[in-house]
């Protein structure tokens, strides 16, 4: 078993920015991969970035050069920057620790507006 519990969102202008933060109960370094999702109201949740085992990254084409996944020993951490309105979202971190096995946080908050 895993928990996750994610912080860090909030409410920010346009243009802003934020970390979001991901306190994992076990060594980050046991995790095949990691992830950040988020789901907006009435739609899908959707994939934001991937970080794997060996650190390679991957991101949406959405946030791709705003977003920046990355993680320590404890925390999987997800840095905001440039935040639009259409990023607000309840934002979900995901890890799966084999092929099979994968956890959710709680999620996190981030609203977006002027």
């Known amino acids: 078993q895993v928990q996750l519990v994610e912080s860090g969102g909030g409410f920010v202008q346009p243009g802003e920015s934020l970390r979001l933060s991901c306190a994992a109960s076990r060594d980050t370094l046991s995790f095949v991969a990691m992830g950040w999702y988020r789901q907006a109201p009435g739609k899908e949740r959707e994939w934001v970035a991937h970080?794997?085992?060996?650190?390679l990254t991957d991101y949406a084409d959405v946030v791709k050069g705003r977003f920046t996944i990355s993680r320590d020993r404890s925390t999987i951490y997800l840095q905001m920057n440039n935040l639009q309105p259409e990023d607000t979202a309840l934002y979900f971190c995901?890890?799966?620790?084999?092929?099979?096995?994968?956890?959710w946080g709680q999620g996190t908050q981030v609203t977006v507006s002027s």
């Open positions: 995901n890890v799966r620790t084999s092929p099979v096995a994968t956890y």
């Open positions: 970080m794997r085992s060996n650190g």
